[in-house]
Nanobody
Framework: VQLQASGEGLVQPGGFLRLSCAAS????????MGWYRQAPGNKRELVAA???????NYVDSVKGRFTVSRDNAKNTVYLQMNNLKPEDTAVYYC???????????????WGQGTLVTVSS
């Protein structure tokens, strides 16, 4: 199983960016998907998570600005980030809880990390 993320970039404060992350490989089912981020000197934090039936959680600092969504047919999760702030600057990591054809349980897989920089 592999996760391929895209959408990294440099934006000005108040701008927007959309991240995508597609899972591929021997996938029977995907449970939770979402995004973490890690800024320099900080711990990795959960930004947004979405279950297969679209139950969603956000960290308080992004509520009202970020929207997480998924396309189950494409095994893809998205993160629409609006009104970006300098404190949103971080490496963003997607994840997916995947049950493979060869496994009996769900395992977390990670994308390679995409850099989001918010600066004027």
């Amino acid at each position: 199983v592999q996760l391929q993320a895209s959408g990294e970039g440099l934006v000005q404060p108040g701008g927007f960016l959309r991240l995508s992350c597609a899972a591929s490989g021997s996938i029977l089912n995907i449970g939770s998907m979402g995004w973490y981020r890690q800024a320099p000197g900080n711990k990795r934090e959960l930004v947004a998570a979405i279950t297969r039936d679209s139950n969603i959680n956000y960290v308080d600092s992004v509520k009202g600005r970020f929207t997480v969504s998924r396309d189950n047919a494409k095994n893809t999760v998205y993160l629409q980030m609006n009104n970006l702030k300098p404190e949103d600057t971080a490496v963003y990591y997607c994840y997916a809880a995947v049950k493979s054809y060869s496994g009996n349980t769900y395992l977390n897989y990670w994308g390679q990390g995409t850099l989001v920089t918010v600066s004027s």
